[in-house]
Structures are given as structure tokens and as C-alpha cells.
């Protein structure tokens, strides 16, 4: 007995000390984040917000390929804290200046084994939620890491409702959004958003994926997540050398869902600007041969209905110029479009045109006119075929002047071709290792060249755009081409899901303005032509198009006027109201003069909105021209019905925003 109680003392002593945790709280004290290592060995960390709990003890850790898992028998060896609050300028953005201001701590896990590997995990808490990564240092019991799973967990206290797409199946992100209880949820794509019973808005994403698989979140047990690594043809997501560091494992938390929006987390966890000056990447609006494809009059493969042809990219040249867009985008215009391209993308040609595009003809036809062609690199995802030429097109597109391209990885999920190091082709994931990879090298061999990069089927954005500037965009979502084809199309509450999902991420191409309302064979567009316009300052990208044909921008000139005056460069942000999925309404003033530009929508529910301007400057008088559904519209009504007005406003004013069914309304609020 005396020898039973000795062992019990001893437990329950250990037991004690496993329960001491390490804490950081915010700056402005609200979040407190603790790290614990339980009684067997285990770290664990917790969040608490405003002293009540918000993620339950969740756990850490990975499983190795050729090792024992880094899971149990750990002790912190130390912790170190420190606090930090700087504030660095966005070379383009949605707002010039951002804080970054938060508390890092950092912890050294040691094994209480014979190996006594060591893991650091890092975290950094700001008022707008938590980041926090590995660390592998340079150890001789630990050198090359080889990992199967990733065993961290996201274990939210509260009953929540989660809105989220379907991790790990054949769409990629291009899924329209769920709306379920988070204990419904299966496994899902970040960004994750939760709203708690009590009202907390909490977004769940990664920043600064760099050389690592993609983050998936599992529902493991009731409201418990846990982190799943994009697969590899290998069967092992990450394989790299120490030291090195994972990507950032966020909690965007907020109030509200305006409040989620505006956070600077996943830019303020991503390394500062490598590329130096970067004053050629230009933010930019542009019109292009791209929505006539997803009609069907047009065709990217060669014949009677090319759309990639000489006389037609003049057309569109003519009209950029006419209208003050920057950007011509021609799709369609290099060899390999011809036959069953999608099914492995190994005859696309990315320096040689087809015989009736002159590609050298129209760069500078479109110079003279004060236009930039864009070019297209359709790869089919077949990045081996792409990769051997990158250099090659590049130049050409340098040598020309065109200083944007738009790339592409059309193919099913798991269907990326990527030449292994045994010489062979491996079927690789979207979002694993060996894209991250990829993007990022194309990226460089861009930004060498002064090239930006317009990614779509792409990996996820992760704020990488603060350390590479020239990569201005991406889609990763369901865009407007399905409302061309899609079956269903996009309904009217997409848009607003995506302003509070997607949209968290970074900058997507969406590519709205379809003033035409009408698909492929007549198909109806649910939208309103005021929410059209409303689009261009509720999704932000620093490119936007305006997706129509030229003949449809002919039909409604009124409304026209609006894309051809919104920015797409803001020196602030302001989300003035929103509720995911339901509607938001955004106020962003012009980089480049005084002006204001504002942008509400709303789902298939009509409703009236209310924005304060209080925004605007002191003293100062401003003329509002507004944009707003007109008698009769509605997205299963009249689309086109539009009421332009003007009006004088002030600081002082509010403006009543009254949206049919699926609709919206813009305004321009210009200084005088």
C-alpha cells in the first residue's frame, strides 16, 4: 500500500505540472491563448475570448512516415514572449496601410525519450484573431521530416453554424457553399466560417503556404476538427529538410461578420515584399475573348467559330481603348486547344499561335492604343509540359510587352501531371506539395520578368501576395462562368457567401459585369444589373473585368458608365453591415483621388440596407451618383429594371438602400 500511494503521489504531482499552462493574450487583452502538455505527454492549446471559452483543448502534433509520431512524451522546455506593433504600406490593395500589432509567444516541445526530438510551436495573437505554427529545428535526431499527418485540431466550444465546401473531391473549390450546424460538417476547404451560439464570428484558414500540402478540415467528433494534408502521389503529403517552418494555422475572430472581413491576420502572418520594387505591377481593369467561349458562339479551338482570331482581338482592342480598360484578354490564341485537350494537356504549344492570330501584329497594334494584351497559359494541369516551356513563353510575353498572364489548371481534382524525380509522370492534388511548389516557381520566373500572375483552378490564397505582389489574383472558386453553363447556376445568395468565405482568403477573379443577365442559350442570370455593378466593390481584386460582350455594353450605356468609373486600387475598406450569406454593404475610397465607391447586395430576399457616411471626409461636399434596383426588378423578375440618380451628400448623411430580390446598388460618391 505504502508503495501504491508513493506511485499515486507521483502521478497526480506529474499530473499538476502537465496542467501548468504557457499564455499570451492579445493587445487589447480580449484573447488569451494557453498551450499546456497534459498528463500524457500531449501539447494541447485553448482559446478564450473575453474569459469565456472559445476552442477547447485541441491537440498537436504530427505522425511520420519513418518515425515515431511527434505526439506524446513532451515537456515545454521554454517558452519565450515577446510583444510587436509595426505598420507597412501594400504596394496595391484594399487599403494602403496595414498595423500588424499582436504578442508572440514561442514554446520548445522536448521528448522526455531517449531521442529527445524537439518541435516549436509559435503563436501569435492579435486582436483579430490567432496564428500559429511549427517549427523544425536542425537536429541531428530529426533532419529529414517526412509527414503523413498533421494531428492539429480545431475544437470549438460552442454550438456553431459553419458555411462551407467540400474538401478533397473531384470540383476542387468550385462548389456552391453550405450552410449547416458545424456538427453536420464533413470534410470542408478553408476558409471555414463559424458563427457560435452566442454570436462570435470565427473564420479558420492558413497563411503563407509555402513548400507544404494544403490544410482540409475533418469533423472528427461532435464540433472537433482536425487538420488533413492534401494528398501526394507518394503517400506522403510533405516531405522537406529541417530547419524549416509550416504555414500559419489561423482563427480569424470577430463580433461579426463585417468584423471577420476586415481583419488583416492571414496578410500579417505572411512574410514582407521579396521582389523589391514592384511598382510594374499594375492594378488594372480589362475586357477580353473569354465570355463568348462560355456562350458557345465562340470556340478556343480552331475552325469556323475561333474566337482567337487577328480581327477579333483588334475589336476588343478597339474597344478597351475606346472605354479606358487597360487589359485585353485572349484565350484561345496558342496551339494544343484542338481535340480532347482537357485529358492530359500535352500538345499545348505556349509560343506558337495559331495561323490566324499574330500575336506580335496585335502587341503592338494594342501599344498604340494605349492597351496590354493578357496572356493565357491554359496548362490541363499537366504542369510537367508546362514546366519544360515556362522560360520560353515567358520571354516571348516580355519581349511583347505583355506584362500580365492569366494561368490555368483545368482538370479534375488529383488529375495534376507533375514530373517526379524518378523521371516519370505522378498524379499530384491541386492544393498538395508539389502545386505549392509550382505556383510559387512560376510566380518567380514571372516577377523576373515583370510579369503578374492570375492563377485559376489554383491552390488556395494564403496572403502570399504580400511577399510576391506580382501575383495580383486568383479564382479558387465558383465564378461567373457558371452562371454561362452551370447546372444550377450560381443563386443570388452566392455572392454574399463568398464576400465571408472565399473572399477572407484574398482577391478573387470573378469576373463580374454581365450587364446581359443571360447565359448560354438564353439561360437567366440571377442577378439584377444593379448588383452587377455592385459586385466590383463588394469582390476585391485588384484586376477585374468586365465579362460581357462589347455589343451588350452597347445596349446598356447607362449602366456601363459605372464599371468604366469604378477603381479596382483602394486606400481603405470599410464593410458598413453583413451577415454571411444574407448581405453586405462595402464602402472603399480610390487609391488614386478622394472619391468614395460603395457596393451593397443582397440574397433572394429583398430588404432594405442603411449606410451611415460618416466615412467621408469633414467639411467637405461630395455628388453621389447611385445605382439602385429600379420598379419591378428582381433576379425572378425584371433584372434590368435600374434607377440612376444624383444627389449631394456629406459626413453627415445616411443613404437608404432598398434591394429588390437578388439585387443591389452602387454609387460613386466623388469629392467636389
Request: hydrophobic share 40%.
Given at each position: ?474 479564382e479558387g472558386a465558383r465564378g461567373m462562368e457558371y452562371n454561362a453553363w452551370g447546372d444550377p447556376p450560381n443563386p443570388p445568395e452566392h455572392e454574399e457567401n463568398l464576400v465571408f468565405t472565399r473572399m477572407l482568403a484574398g482577391p478573387m477573379d470573378f469576373t463580374p459585369g454581365v450587364l446581359s443577365l443571360t447565359g448560354a442559350g438564353g439561360k437567366r442570370i440571377q442577378s439584377t444589373v444593379a448588383k452587377q455593378l455592385a459586385l466590383y466593390v463588394v469582390l476585391y481584386s485588384p484586376i477585374q473585368m468586365a465579362a460581357d460582350l462589347p455589343e451588350n455594353y452597347a445596349k446598356y450605356p447607362k449602366p456601363f458608365q459605372f464599371i468604366k468609373d469604378v477603381p479596382v ?104
Open positions: 500500500m505504502r508503495l501504491l500511494s508513493g506511485l499515486c503521489l507521483l502521478a497526480l504531482a506529474g499530473f499538476a505540472q502537465a496542467q501548468t499552462p504557457v499564455s499570451v493574450a492579445s493587445p487589447d487583452g480580449a484573447l488569451r491563448v494557453e498551450l499546456r502538455v497534459n498528463n500524457e505527454g500531449r501539447p494541447e492549446y485553448s482559446i478564450h475570448r473575453a474569459g469565456h471559452l472559445l476552442v477547447d483543448w485541441s491537440r498537436l502534433g504530427f505522425i511520420l512516415a519513418d518515425q515515431p509520431k511527434l505526439e506524446r512524451n513532451f515537456e515545454i522546455a521554454n517558452s519565450a514572449a515577446r510583444a510587436f506593433d509595426d505598420t507597412w504600406e501594400q504596394p496595391w490593395g484594399e487599403r494602403r496601410f496595414v498595423r500588424n500589432h499582436g504578442n508572440e509567444l514561442r514554446v520548445t516541445l522536448n521528448e522526455k525519450t531517449d531521442v529527445r526530438r524537439a518541435l516549436i510551436v509559435v503563436f501569435r495573437v492579435f486582436d483579430d484573431g490567432v496564428g500559429f505554427r511549427y517549427e523544425f529545428p536542425d537536429q541531428l535526431q530529426l533532419r529529414a521530416v517526412n509527414i503523413v499527418e498533421e494531428l492539429t485540431e480545431f475544437a470549438i466550444a460552442e454550438p456553431a453554424t459553419a458555411w462551407w465546401i467540400p474538401g478533397g473531391e473531384w470540383n476542387r473549390y468550385e462548389y456552391l457553399y453550405n450552410k449547416t450546424p458545424l456538427a453536420e460538417v464533413a470534410q470542408a476547404h478553408t476558409p471555414l466560417t463559424l458563427k457560435t451560439q452566442s454570436g462570435v464570428h470565427i473564420a479558420i484558414h492558413e497563411a503563407a503556404l509555402v513548400d507544404y500540402s494544403a490544410m482540409w478540415l475533418r469533423r472528427v467528433s461532435g464540433q472537433r476538427l482536425k487538420a488533413v494534408l492534401s494528398p501526394s502521389s507518394s503517400g506522403v503529403p510533405v516531405r522537406r529538410t529541417a530547419p524549416f517552418a509550416t504555414p500559419w494555422r489561423t482563427l480569424a475572430i470577430a463580433a461579426d461578420a463585417p468584423g471577420l472581413y476586415m481583419s488583416n491576420l492571414t496578410l500579417n502572418l505572411n512574410e514582407p515584399n521579396k521582389l523589391g520594387d514592384v511598382s510594374w505591377v499594375k492594378p488594372f481593369k480589362y475586357v477580353g475573348i473569354w465570355w463568348a467561349m462560355h456562350l458557345g458562339t465562340k470556340t478556343w479551338s480552331s475552325g469556323p467559330k475561333h474566337g482567337a482570331t487577328t480581327a477579333e482581338t483588334k475589336r476588343y482592342i478597339d474597344f478597351a481603348a475606346q472605354n479606358g480598360f487597360r487589359g485585353v484578354l485572349v484565350e484561345g490564341w496558342n496551339k494544343g486547344w484542338d481535340g480532347d485537350w482537357f485529358a492530359d494537356g500535352r500538345d499545348f504549344n505556349f509560343t506558337e499561335p495559331y495561323p490566324d492570330f499574330d500575336l506580335v501584329a496585335l502587341a503592338a497594334y494594342a501599344k498604340r492604343k494605349g492597351v496590354h494584351l493578357i496572356g493565357h497559359h491554359e496548362t490541363a494541369a499537366n504542369i510537367a509540359n508546362y514546366e519544360k516551356q515556362l522560360g520560353a513563353a515567358l520571354d516571348l510575353y516580355a519581349r511583347l510587352g505583355i506584362d500580365a498572364v492569366k494561368t490555368g489548371y483545368v482538370a479534375d481534382a488529383g488529375g495534376v501531371q507533375a514530373l517526379g524525380e524518378d523521371g516519370q509522370i505522378h498524379f499530384e492534388w491541386h492544393d498538395g506539395q508539389v502545386q505549392a511548389r509550382h505556383h510559387l516557381h512560376v510566380v518567380e520566373e514571372a516577377a523576373r520578368r515583370h510579369i503578374a500572375v492570375n492563377a485559376h483552378e489554383p491552390i488556395k490564397d494564403t496572403g502570399l501576395r504580400r511577399t510576391y505582389p506580382n501575383w495580383v489574383s486568383r486600387d483602394w486606400s481603405d475598406t470599410r464593410v458598413l453591415n453583413g451577415e454571411v450569406g444574407d448581405y453586405v454593404t462595402i464602402a472603399r475610397k480610390d487609391r488614386n483621388s478622394e472619391d468614395w465607391y460603395l457596393g451593397a447586395i443582397t440574397d433572394e430576399n429583398p430588404r432594405t440596407l442603411h449606410a451611415a457616411l460618416d466615412f467621408l471626409d469633414d467639411g467637405k461636399t461630395y455628388t453621389a451618383t447611385i445605382y439602385r434596383d429600379g420598379p419591378g426588378a428582381g433576379f425572378n423578375a425584371d433584372g434590368y429594371a435600374i434607377d440612376i440618380s444624383t444627389r449631394r451628400v456629406t459626413r453627415h448623411d445616411t443613404i437608404d438602400m432598398p434591394l429588390a430580390p437578388g439585387g443591389g446598388m452602387a454609387l460613386r460618391i466623388a469629392r467636389k
